[in-house]
């Protein structure tokens, strides 16, 4: 069970929180120094490969997947979330997110992701610089300064 208010149990995620923390997900793909660790990230192999079922009030409205592959020491990380909800026969929230990371001893070499809400499309994209890891959307470029040793 879930407990996001003092008294009140659920058995499934709110669409707010859910929403909140896909937002949560894409602030940190734009700020990632937000997200900076002092240790060595450690990938799970293609046998973590997960996909869950996303309920709003027990009915399901979508899917979430993470999948991991690996091939000449990169690792791939796909995440792919579809959600849809209808009222009567017609599309009441509609949302899509596709992302891939590619990783090399434990550092980010790449990201590439897609989301699309009720329509409209945002476009993230990263890479390593010297300066930094460079991130790309619609607020403009973005460079997070690298992690301190």
């Not at 979508?62 to 009567?88: C, M, P, Q």
């Amino acid at each position: 069970m879930f407990q996001f208010c003092p008294g009140q149990e659920r058995t499934s995620i709110s669409r707010r929180a859910l929403l909140m923390g896909g937002f949560a997900g894409a602030v940190s793909c734009a700020f990632p120094r937000v997200a900076c660790g002092a240790t060595a990230i450690v990938l799970p192999t293609a046998a973590g490969n997960r996909r869950f079922s996303v309920l709003y009030k027990g009915d399901r409205i979508g899917t979430h997947t993470v999948s991991y592959s690996s091939a000449t020491g990169e690792t791939r990380v796909n995440t792919e979330i579809h959600l849809l909800v209808k009222v009567a026969f017609f599309t009441g929230f509609a949302f899509s997110h596709r992302s891939e990371e590619i990783w090399r001893a434990g550092r980010l070499m790449s990201l590439n992701s897609e989301t699309v809400e009720h329509g409209e499309t945002l476009h993230v994209e990263g890479a390593p610089m010297p300066q930094g890891f460079r991130v790309v959307s619609k607020g403009g470029p973005f460079i997070a300064p690298p992690p301190r040793p």
